[in-house]
């Protein structure tokens, strides 16, 4: 648990940590409910953000054509493989080198 422990400390503030060492039970439950309410609302402002929304548009359109420049690279490498495994089993003997 101390390994968690240190992880979640090198996030928090210094001054967070050193307020906050000795906490009752009740002091850390209402901080943690502050807490997920923060959260909740930092999600649902992270999700209204229309310029973060714009970007996320930006990169998936971006990505999509590489990823289909990819795909038909694959598929090329894929179809000549199958080529090359035909003629070699014999099942097709198209004029070779081989």
């Known amino acids: 648990m101390s390994n968690k422990l240190d992880a979640v400390k090198k996030v928090l503030s210094k001054s967070f940590v050193d307020n906050h060492d000795n ?3 009740d002091v850390a439950g209402e901080h943690i409910v502050k807490a997920e309410q923060k959260v ?3 999600r649902e402002e992270r999700n209204a953000d229309e310029k973060l929304a714009q970007a996320k548009q930006i990169a998936k359109d971006l ?3 590489y990823s289909s420049a990819i795909k038909y690279e ?3 490498i ?3 493989l199958q080529k090359i ?3 070699q089993s014999g099942e097709v003997n198209p004029s070779s080198s081989a």
């Open 85 to 87: 495994e035909e003629i």
């Open 40 to 42: 909740k609302a930092i």
């Open 74 to 76: 694959q598929a090329k």
């Open 23 to 25: 906490v009752s039970e």
């Open 63 to 65: 990505n999509s054509a």
């Open 78 to 80: 894929d179809f000549l």
